[in-house]
């Protein structure tokens, strides 16, 4: 069997790295639209834009280090299944270490997303990181939502015959059963964490690669490459020198 | 495409910023548990319910056999019969139809006394009614329901004597059974969609017979969780609950939604906050709301430590 001919252009002839064909297949494209479109710089970068200077961009920080604590808190309380906090002292109190930084979580995250809103970050190619952080905010809620209705206990139980009658009314209820403790706990301790986790990771990267939206009102606001065309379509425009 | 901005710059150091923030929100965590800790009201067996509200629980038996509670005139996705909410001509809980078959006759009663070993008038009693004819049940129990209303603080014993045939003995039955805690493992807690009933995951017969009484709605009521009362986020105790949930809570609470869109309450809600999310999920793209923050400027406030050493420009920015 013979071996493909070597590519004389592509990294394996040692060339040096010049504007080639466009790549192809999937590895490639796949290399091209991820890897390729952010340094190291870009990803952990040690300076930021002078105006990254204000208390509202720690709820951004808080509101990760928040979803850290729940998501520990929650895997302990897991691992020890769904009774244990019912019976156990230190269950209990990991109980309220989960519930107090769920509270939190949802405090700082609120507090970030009106401090973006106030920023109209979505101006210069961000309206997909603003449309992740929203994303994010929403299956949050449904995640937190279902740990209310798997704790087995009268607010479970009220809660659900409650929430029953809305998310029947949605005819997602046929399919989405809130009086059903082991599906709504299947979904809360795999696939909303899940969700909730790949849709930050994905958020954090779109922040790193379009950086932390300029002011308005800047004077020589210079948030090139996206920023002059993208703000046509988003009218949050910045003033090019 | 990276987006890259070629004005002033400062250190930052973001990785010591965040586990600053880790820290500081752990420690917070951990005050907030050892100070507050969590609710926990163990969960209303349906011997609590039968042992401390047995004329509920006789009412409430009599109605599955009647046809007349909540469960069963709920409509999709527990019965094919009932009015089921729409928006408008969507119609979304019937098409979604009835997944999730629940019989609360049958499967509330009849069936977990069928299953468990009675003494002769109850016995005797599942005979008359296995015999009967629908309409024969009906009448009997409606009748019974009807009588139950009237009586004396609805206590089945102050009841006017009447035709009410096996639903008396079926009834005391079942309160006998639920007594005991032979009902809280029988087959209503069986799961509704699956014929085997050894595991317990599925919780939708217990709650549905449970919230068809009004022990659980008064339990919840003293303890401020009713729907009426923002319920929806509230938990038991002075717990912050799920305030995220307010503005979901907060449309139950005012017209037309308590008055003449009450019936399509649910449907007309869900469907408000689909469209709400949605807005905010879009909201870059929508003319007219992506301009509130240049028309109110907070940013401003955000920004006027750069403001204040470079200026704002007076071009629109």
Known sequence: ?241 | MTTTWRGPTRPYDLVKEFVAALGIVALLTVVLAAVFSSPDEHAVTLQDWARADPHDFVATAAGELAGTTTSAGYGPPYTAEGESQSIGFLHLEQWAGTRIPVRPADDFVIGPLTATPHDTPVTAALAAWNGATADGRTAWASAYVDALAKAKDGDPAAVAPGDYGPVPALSAGLLALASGGGLDAAAVGAPATTPSGFYGTDSTRSILFLADGAYLDDLAGARHLHGDQWGMMNETGNYPGQPWLWLYSFWYQVPPFTGAWEANADAIIWGLMMVLSAALLFLPFIPGLRSIPRRIPVHRLIWRSYYRRYGRSTSRG
């Open chain 1, 1 to 241: 069997m013979s071996s493909p001919p070597l590519d004389a252009t592509g990294p394996q002839a040692g060339a040096p790295d010049v504007a080639g064909p466009p790549p192809s297949g999937w590895t490639a494209r796949l290399r091209a639209r991820t890897l390729d479109t952010m340094s190291a710089e870009d990803l952990l970068p040690d300076r930021q834009p002078a105006y990254v200077a204000s208390w509202i961009y720690v709820f951004g920080v808080a509101t990760l280090a928040a979803l850290l604590v729940v998501l520990v808190t929650g895997l302990v309380l897991a691992a020890a299944g769904p009774d244990w906090w019912h019976v156990s002292g230190v269950g209990h109190f990991v109980n309220s270490l989960h519930l107090w930084s769920v509270e939190i979580f949802f405090f700082v995250m609120v507090v970030h997303l009106w401090g973006k809103f106030w920023m109209a970050a979505w101006r210069g190619h961000r309206a997909l990181t603003w449309m992740t952080g929203v994303l994010s905010f929403l299956v949050s809620i449904g995640a937190a939502f279902t740990g209310y209705l798997i704790q087995t206990n009268l607010d479970s139980q009220w809660i659900s015959s409650e929430a029953k009658d809305g998310i029947n009314a949605s005819g997602a209820g046929a399919f989405w059963n809130v009086l059903d403790v082991g599906q709504m706990m299947l979904w809360h301790v795999t696939l909303f964490p899940l969700g909730v986790g790949l849709i930050a990771v994905l958020h954090v990267l779109l922040v790193r690669r379009h950086g932390v939206v300029p002011p308005l009102e800047a004077p020589a606001a210079l948030d090139v490459d996206a920023g002059a065309r993208l703000d046509a379509d988003t009218e949050g425009r910045v003033s090019l020198p």
